[in-house]
């Protein structure tokens, strides 16, 4: 039999993150993918936010995915963008970049790892016990892993087969969404009316994208030309000739959020983990973050750094983000309703979204900037991310997002040099000394004071903060990066 210290179920954005993460921590990790290759039919969603960004940053991969996307403010809220051009990062903007793109370069990132995929073959079945996970395959091989991470979508096998639930609320509204041709000129652009918002947009080579509200819910098999024809006509009059349809999928506003992330060694992220309709283009961000979350902390409860109770901290901290961004989306819907009532409602907050306070704490939000893991009270950098700072350290200038590269934790000191000790840690954590001149600023908050000493996450979040003592620097080292080593 096959093993791995850690098996990933799925080979989309979130799957391809967590495997890059696990594999920067030395984790023996491989992933099981349906597909044959990394090839998705049609574009699908599109776009990545500021906080996706950096968080690519962190890594030193950002460049890759600019390189090859457009530049846009994309943060908006029930169709009012928000700009985040003020804000203080370096990525105070979104990039317009289709999901093919987005998994065919974190799937080169993931190669460059050297991850095994096991491609062309499904999970069938799970069997945990007290030291690892059994997983059937579609072909008759059957392979074990001391965790499981189900990466494989809102019809999670994964999740179905551990026996988590995943409450929420049933769908209102359906809508297709597909890449066509057509032999006529459609009209192009958006139109609303008493069943929905539908839309016609060009695409390259000639194809159109489709989207469509339905005149009825409840259709429960895969979507045909058929469905996407009738669509038009009851909308347009015509189907405009469709044809050759490249993929045809239908989405729905039902949303619903497992109730554990975690049920002993089987864990859950992405999809897998939380459902919710497209609207503000969230999915693919909170899949990333949940990964670039579990990751380090997985790896080093698998190298036996830390004890298994850190995974807790995964459902503890990912859980209430991602219940936000449902709340968010199902408001984000309900502004779409076509009644006349709702559409004052939308225009009121509209209103209130051009108000400079409300754009900020919305934009933030719908950006992913304002994240806040509750690590307890302290200074206002505690538990949220670290700013990208230019430090100036002895080996010159350096960025803090370029220390983050390996994935690995950092102790910055910005005090006297060589002022905190953590000799037990040195081989798990990095020190750095350096010193920074600038202001302190955090989205929404704006100036924060200046710490002497910061102890950043491998997810580039702050886990603990000085003010010029050591005091409760050993307790969040133990805490996040294991017990003291007294070698």
């Given at each position: 039999?096959?093993?791995?210290?850690v098996?990933?179920?799925g080979?989309?954005p979130?799957?391809?993150?967590?495997?890059?993460?696990?594999?920067?921590?030395?984790?023996?990790?491989?992933?099981?993918?349906?597909r044959p290759?990394?090839?998705?039919?049609?574009?699908r969603a599109?776009g990545?936010?500021?906080?996706?960004l950096?968080?690519?940053d962190?890594?030193?991969?950002?460049?890759?995915?600019i390189?090859?996307?457009?530049?846009?403010?994309v943060?908006?809220?029930?169709?009012?963008?928000?700009d985040?051009?003020?804000?203080?990062?370096?990525?105070?903007?979104?990039?317009?970049?289709?999901q093919?793109?987005?998994?065919?370069?974190?799937?080169?990132?993931?190669g460059?790892?050297a991850?095994?995929?096991?491609?062309?073959?499904?999970?069938?079945?799970?069997e945990?016990d007290?030291t690892?996970?059994?997983?059937?395959?579609?072909?008759?091989?059957s392979?074990?892993?001391?965790?499981?991470?189900?990466?494989?979508?809102?019809?999670?096998?994964?999740?179905?087969?551990?026996?988590?639930?995943?409450?929420?609320?049933?769908?209102t509204?359906?809508?297709?969404?597909?890449?066509?041709?057509?032999?006529?000129q459609?009209?192009?652009?958006i139109?609303?009316?008493?069943?929905g918002?539908?839309?016609?947009g060009k695409l390259?080579g000639?194809?159109?994208?489709?989207?469509?509200?339905?005149?009825?819910?409840?259709?429960?098999?895969?979507?045909t030309?058929r469905?996407l024809?009738?669509?038009l006509?009851?909308?347009y009059g015509?189907?405009?000739?469709?044809?050759s349809p490249?993929?045809?999928?239908?989405?729905?506003?039902?949303t619903?959020?497992?109730?554990?992330?975690r049920?002993?060694r089987?864990?859950?992220?992405?999809?897998?983990a939380?459902?919710?309709?497209?609207?503000?283009?969230?999915g693919?961000?909170?899949?990333?973050?949940?990964?670039?979350?579990?990751g380090?902390?997985?790896?080093q409860?698998?190298?036996r750094?830390?004890?298994?109770?850190?995974?807790?901290?995964?459902?503890?901290?990912?859980h209430?983000?991602?219940?936000?961004v449902?709340?968010?989306?199902m408001a984000?819907?309900?502004?779409?309703?076509?009644d006349?009532?709702?559409?004052?409602?939308?225009?009121?907050?509209?209103?209130?979204?051009?108000?400079?306070?409300?754009?900020?704490?919305?934009?933030?939000?719908?950006s992913?900037?304002?994240?806040?893991?509750?690590?307890?009270?302290g200074?206002?950098?505690?538990g949220r991310?670290?700013?990208?700072?230019?430090?100036?350290?002895?080996?010159?200038p350096?960025?803090?997002?370029?220390l983050?590269?390996?994935?690995?934790p950092?102790?910055?000191?910005?005090?006297?040099?060589?002022?905190?000790d953590?000799?037990?840690?040195?081989?798990r954590v990095?020190?750095?000394?350096?010193?920074?001149?600038?202001?302190?600023?955090?989205?929404?908050?704006?100036?924060?004071?200046?710490?002497?000493?910061?102890?950043?996450?491998p997810d580039?979040?702050?886990?603990?903060?000085?003010d010029g003592?050591?005091?409760g620097l050993r307790?969040?080292l133990?805490?996040?990066f294991?017990?003291?080593?007294?070698?």
């Amino acid at each position: 039999m096959t093993k791995h210290a850690v098996m990933i179920a799925g080979a989309g954005p979130t799957g391809l993150m967590l495997a890059g993460e696990l594999a920067l921590a030395g984790v023996d990790v491989a992933i099981v993918e349906r597909r044959p290759n990394q090839d998705l039919a049609g574009s699908r969603a599109g776009g990545l936010h500021a906080r996706t960004l950096e968080v690519f940053d962190q890594r030193g991969i950002a460049e890759r995915f600019i390189s090859q996307g457009q530049v846009a403010q994309v943060a908006g809220f029930a169709g009012t963008v928000l700009d985040i051009s003020d804000f203080p990062t370096r990525h105070n903007h979104g990039l317009a970049l289709w999901q093919n793109h987005i998994e065919r370069i974190l799937a080169g990132w993931v190669g460059e790892l050297a991850v095994p995929l096991y491609r062309g073959r499904e999970v069938t079945g799970i069997e945990q016990d007290a030291t690892g996970v059994d997983v059937a395959l579609s072909d008759g091989e059957s392979l074990r892993a001391e965790y499981l991470v189900g990466c494989d979508g809102g019809r999670s096998v994964i999740r179905k087969a551990a026996g988590i639930e995943f409450p929420g609320w049933d769908p209102t509204t359906s809508s297709l969404i597909a890449e066509v041709e057509m032999t006529e000129q459609p009209e192009w652009g958006i139109r609303r009316d008493a069943i929905g918002m539908h839309a016609l947009g060009k695409l390259d080579g000639g194809r159109v994208r489709v989207m469509l509200t339905e005149q009825h819910l409840g259709h429960t098999s895969e979507p045909t030309l058929r469905d996407l024809s009738e669509g038009l006509v009851a909308v347009y009059g015509t189907d405009y000739g469709i044809h050759s349809p490249i993929w045809i999928s239908r989405f729905t506003d039902m949303t619903r959020q497992a109730a554990a992330y975690r049920d002993r060694r089987v864990l859950l992220a992405g999809d897998a983990a939380h459902v919710h309709p497209p609207d503000g283009g969230q999915g693919i961000q909170i899949g990333v973050q949940d990964a670039v979350n579990l990751g380090w902390k997985l790896a080093q409860v698998v190298n036996r750094t830390s004890p298994e109770s850190l995974l807790d901290t995964y459902h503890a901290e990912r859980h209430p983000i991602a219940a936000r961004v449902l709340r968010t989306t199902m408001a984000s819907v309900a502004l779409r309703r076509p009644d006349a009532r709702t559409k004052a409602l939308g225009d009121t907050m509209a209103e209130l979204l051009k108000m400079d306070e409300p754009r900020r704490r919305y934009a933030a939000m719908m950006s992913g900037l304002d994240i806040h893991y509750d690590l307890g009270t302290g200074h206002p950098l505690l538990g949220r991310r670290m700013p990208d700072l230019d430090l100036v350290t002895a080996n010159g200038p350096r960025r803090v997002f370029t220390l983050l590269h390996d994935a690995r934790p950092v102790l910055l000191n910005l005090g006297e040099p060589g002022a905190l000790d953590i000799a037990p840690w040195a081989e798990r954590v990095q020190r750095i000394d350096a010193r920074y001149a600038g202001v302190w600023e955090l989205p929404v908050l704006g100036a924060v004071a200046a710490p002497t000493a910061v102890l950043i996450r491998p997810d580039g979040h702050v886990a603990w903060v000085g003010d010029g003592t050591d005091q409760g620097l050993r307790d969040a080292l133990t805490t996040w990066f294991g017990p003291p080593n007294h070698g």
